[in-house]
């Protein structure tokens, strides 16, 4: 079969590799429809994240038509029509038991490494390294789905699937995210990052009750998709954040702050002259948490910050001591992709979200290379791609 595969940093190919074949009674083997690149991929197509070998296929945001199933797979059959959640989920350990599907305790075949790296082992993740289980992801003509019979969303035939894809990854992330904040009638709920998570965020917060949501970025085209959802925003590159924050909370900041942004952040005008002050007198290097930075000093006292993007490592010279004074609750994770899905296809069927808004490019999978530069470069007005086997 054709996939999309990872073989160093800036070099995805569209290879011939073998097809997937059913490994364990439980696995469906289903036959892509569509799939879409995420903003995690550009962590691994720009090297930042560790645990990738030549060769891995990519993709985790993925749907399709099931074509074998296992011998133990009671949940499916052949002909079925599902989204395949990023996390892969046992369905019967104590984590998902409590819905929280994203530190599964079995489906990461290599939990050892991982837990070396964590502490603790989280669960198995699509074409996102060898640290989440070395799983063959989904930008591919067929993937192998293990747990199958409980890592699956089923597809109600009113939707197309460019209503229902974002259903396995970004528009779960964006309403875990805002779920986080605990949402009460007059917050502001603030936004870092008009991607397609951020704009799943933005609209979650407005759906689950916000007062006034503002989003943050600087490419004009993501900003202008979230006013259009009802947003304010901010140019980050052309205006001041902490000042235009201040001036739409009455002085008193965001009491929920999301960032939707991950460890490839760039400065901000604002914060860069405190950061440097501080990297000054500390004379010391930096990662890229410009966004948590920025989070913690604009939050309101007693705030929530809710990190949906991602980070991979370590980072630098967090402002802990405001945190800590303020007392703000930090809640993030990855996404707990089915314990959020029954709830939206419920809002997707109400006619009050439909997630095909957020796609710019569909494109056959064959030319998923150079849409990955695309993406990653916001060329060509590009917010999401999805792509066709
Ligand atoms: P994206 O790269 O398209 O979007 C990121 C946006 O952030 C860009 O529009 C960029 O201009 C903006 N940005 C950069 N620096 C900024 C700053 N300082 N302030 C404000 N905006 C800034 O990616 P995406 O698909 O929207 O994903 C966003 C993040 O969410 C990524 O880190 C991704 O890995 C993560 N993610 C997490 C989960 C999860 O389960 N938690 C799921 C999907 C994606
Ligand atoms: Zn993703
Ligand atoms: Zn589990």
Redesign the pocket.
Known sequence: MKALCWHGKKDIRYDTVPDPVIEHPRDAIIRTSACA???????LFDGFMPGMKHGDIMGH?FMGEVVEVGSENKALRIGDRVVIP??IACGECDQCRRGRF?VCERSNRNAEQAAKLFGHSTAGLFGYTHLTGGYAGGQAEYVRVPYADTTHIRVPDSLSDEQALFLG??V??GW??ARQCDIQPSDTVAV?????????AVRSALLQGARQVVC????PE?LRMAREAGAEV?D?ERQS?LEMLADLTAGKGPEKCI??????????RT?DALYDRAKQAVGAETDRP??LR?MIYVCRPAGVLS?????GGLIDKIPFGAAMNKGLTWR????D?RRWTDELLDVIARGELDPSFVITHSEPLQRGPEFYTT??D?ADGC??VVLKP
């Open positions: 690149i995420c903003g995690s991929d550009l962590h945001e990023f996390t994203s990854d970004i779960p992330t875990q995210a870092w990052g008009a991607g397609p998570v951020g704009q799943m943050i970025d600087r490419v993501r901010i980050f954040v960032d939707a942004v991950g460890m490839e952040s760039h400065a901000t914060f410009h966004v920025e990190i949906p993007g991602v980070y993030m994770g990855q996404t992709v993406f990653r916001k917010i999401k």
